[in-house]
């Protein structure tokens, strides 16, 4: 059967994203593939509203409320992901980083659909008996690459963003790109070339299994997600990863940049499955205490006399709003 490369993509109709976006899926169509391109701008993707009901179907699998925020189109996204072999992500660069509509998308991909989380809740949904609501193509791990462009040179937070939906849908990295002060990306023999090999890259990626995949992408510090950004702890060699958030030592070595992890913190990565299964029992108060992680949580005592502090002060400072 044939595989199916998604792009998933925001920015202008026929811009300059589309269009990089088109080439690759031309080269992965030509490879055999059936490719398919999702303009964000096309959608209606609700911000998440932060109420914790995907953070406290954790604690209540077999209790599940809806997210409040599911009358828009991103059940029809993830059909459109759960129905694919391999993922192209393509963002231009809005103050340094991908737009909001692309933020939106990683915020309602956030613990809603972990594969971690989900799969513990599948698990406890088909012990019990009961419908498990979830699709396991879900649980399905694929490859996926990366690319943003932008006007300028101003993209440093660019992967980090645009890397986030490999943690939660359990993606392999396996190319990524940045253009810099993009004219014209069909104008550039290289541009246009280097996109062709991200397209035949996921179709050849999307055929072989996952443990098989591999990053075809440029040099990167981090060895799991291949980002370069690193959260440097001042006074110390202590670098973190700013995309999979692995803790490991920076080194210069004959000039050149080296960042070091040991195979423990590998497993800690936010995009393997040790790594997602940490942050599951972490959620739920059961793991070993992570860097800057407080030693005991409050009591229900203690986070009453917060609430009716929070509420006092709400009278004092009211928050300001328009008038409608
Ligand atoms: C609001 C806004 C902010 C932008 N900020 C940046 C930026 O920080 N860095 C950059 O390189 N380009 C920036 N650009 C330029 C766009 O990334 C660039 O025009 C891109 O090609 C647009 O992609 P599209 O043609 O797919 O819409 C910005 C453009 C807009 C509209």
Redesign the pocket.
Known sequence: MKKKVLAIVC??KN????RAARVALMAAKEEGCDVELINLGDLTIKPCIGCGVCSRRLREPLNLTPCPQHDDDMEWLDEQICSSDALLFGA?????SPPAAYKAMCDRFGPSHDVAFIKHIYDARVEAGIDPVYDPRYFTHRPAAFFG???????YMGFPILGIPAICLGLKVVDREQF?W?RGILCYEDRVERMKAMGRHLAKMAQLPFEEQYYNGPDSLCPVCHNNVMLMTPGTDECTCALCGMIGKMEIKDGKAVAHFTDEAIETSHLTDTGREIHYLDLLGKGKPMPGQPKRYPTPEERKEADAWAREMMKEIPSTKPER
């Open positions: 920015g202008r811009g300059e994203t589309e231009p660069m809005y103050e340094q462009l932008g006007g300028s040179e101003w993209s810099n993009n």
